[in-house]
C-alpha cells in the first residue's frame, strides 16, 4: 500500500497550508464555503492519515504527488484558480473515500461533497472539468482499476485455483495412505523383531541382570590377582631375607622364627579370602551361565503370551519346563561356602610344631 499522507514532509505541507487557507479574506459566500471545503479535507489528511492512505489509493497513484507539490509551491499566490484547482482535487480524494468507505460520510463531509454538486459551474474552467470527471467518469475508471487487480484476477481464476488444491489434497491422501501402510508394515516387522529379541520384556532385564553379574564377575577377578600377589609375596620376602644372610644365618636365626608367625598368619588369612572369593567367582559364573539360557529360551520362543492359552488347552504341560526355568530364580549354591574359622585348626597345629 502506497503512503502519502502519512509521511513527515506531508504533513508540514497540509498544516503550512490549512494555515495559509486560513489567513484568506473570501470575497463572497462561494469562496467562503469553498475554503472551508479545503480546510476540512486538508485538516483531516492531517489528523488521520491512517484512514486516507487506505481509502484513497487510486488518487494517490493518479494525482497525489501533484496535490502534494501543489500545496508546497509557495511562489505562485493563491488565486482563485489555484484554490479551485486545489479544491477539485481535495473533491476527488473525498469522492473516491465517499466511495470506499462501507459507512456514509460525517455531516460535515457530506455538506461538503454536496456544495461541489450544487456548485459546478462556479468554479474555473480546469477545476470544472476535474470535478465533472471525478463525478461521472472515475466512480468508473476507479471499478475498472479494481477489477483488473492481482486480487481480482485470483478470484477469477478461483476455479482452477480449486481445482489444483483438489488435485494437491487428493495426492497428498494418496501419499499419506501410502506412508501409512508402510508405517503399518514396519510396526509389524518390528513388532516381530521385539518379540524375537525381547520376549515379552523378560530378555531386556535378564541382559541388564547379565551386565551387572559380568561387573561382579570382574571385580571379584581382581580382587583374587590381588591375593594371588600377597600370598606369594611375604614367602617370597622370606626367602630373599635367607638368601642375603647364608653366611650368617646363626645370628638372624632368632628374628626369622619372630617373623615367621606373622608371615604365616598372613599367608593362612590371605589363603582363606582367596577361596571365599574363588567361591563367590564360581557362583557368579554359574548365575551368568543360568541367565543365558534364559535370554536363549527368550530368544527361542516368540508370541509365547498369545498362543500360551491354545497350547495349554491342548496340553497343560507343554510349556511347564520352559515356565520353570524361565520364571525361576537364580540359584546360588551355597554348600562349599568356607566358614569364618575355617582352616584355624591347621594353622594352630603349624604354631605348635614350631614352638615344639
Not at 151 to 166: C, G, H, P, R, T
Not at 346 to 355: V, W, Y
Amino acid at each position: 500500500m502506497a503512503e502519502l499522507f502519512n509521511t513527515n514532509q506531508s504533513k508540514t505541507v497540509l498544516a503550512k497550508f490549512k494555515h495559509k487557507v486560513d489567513g484568506l479574506a473570501p470575497a463572497d459566500d462561494f469562496e467562503k464555503q469553498r475554503n472551508s471545503l479545503i480546510r476540512l479535507v486538508i485538516g483531516s489528511m492531517e489528523n488521520k492519515p491512517e484512514q486516507w492512505d487506505e481509502l484513497c489509493q487510486i488518487n494517490i497513484q493518479w494525482i497525489g504527488d501533484q496535490f502534494i507539490n501543489r500545496l508546497a509551491d509557495e511562489e505562485k499566490e493563491l488565486s482563485k484558480e489555484r484554490l479551485d484547482d486545489i479544491c477539485s482535487m481535495c473533491f476527488r480524494f473525498l469522492f473516491e473515500l465517499y466511495l470506499s468507505m462501507k459507512n456514509d460520510l460525517a455531516m460535515e463531509f457530506e455538506a461538503a461533497r454536496r456544495f461541489v454538486f450544487n456548485n459546478v459551474d462556479s468554479f474555473e474552467h480546469n477545476a470544472k472539468e476535474q470535478i465533472e470527471y471525478a463525478i461521472r467518469d472515475m466512480p468508473i475508471n476507479i471499478f475498472k482499476a479494481i477489477a483488473n487487480s492481482d486480487a481480482i484476477d485470483s478470484l477469477k481464476n478461483f476455479n482452477a485455483v480449486s481445482a489444483k488444491a483438489e488435485k494437491l489434497k487428493d495426492d497428498w491422501d494418496s501419499e499419506l495412505s501410502e506412508r501409512e501402510a508402510r508405517v503399518n508394515s514396519l510396526k509389524e516387522s518390528l513388532s516381530k523383531y521385539e518379540n524375537a529379541f525381547n520376549f515379552v520384556g523378560l530378555y531386556q532385564g535378564f541382559d541388564e541382570l547379565s551386565t551387572e553379574k559380568k561387573e561382579e564377575r570382574d571385580g571379584i577377578l581382581l580382587w583374587l590377582r590381588v591375593l594371588s600377589v600377597l600370598i606369594v609375596s611375604p614367602i617370597v620376602a622370606e626367602l630373599i631375607f635367607v638368601y642375603m644372610h647364608l653366611d650368617n644365618i646363626a645370628a638372624v636365626k632368632d628374628g626369622l622364627l619372630v617373623s615367621i608367625f606373622p608371615t604365616v598368619s598372613l599367608v593362612a588369612i590371605s589363603v582363606y579370602y582367596f577361596r571365599v572369593l574363588l567361591f563367590n567367582y564360581k557362583s557368579v559364573k554359574s548365575q551368568l551361565l543360568q541367565i543365558d539360557l534364559r535370554k536363549t529360551l527368550c530368544r527361542f520362543i516368540q508370541n509365547y503370551s498369545e498362543y500360551s492359552i491354545e497350547m495349554k488347552k491342548k496340553d497343560t504341560g507343554s510349556l511347564d519346563k520352559f515356565e520353570s526355568i524361565v520364571f525361576s530364580g537364580i540359584v546360588t549354591d551355597d554348600g562349599s561356602l568356607p566358614s569364618t574359622f575355617d582352616g584355624m585348626d591347621k594353622i594352630g597345629k603349624l604354631i605348635k610344631a614350631a614352638k615344639s
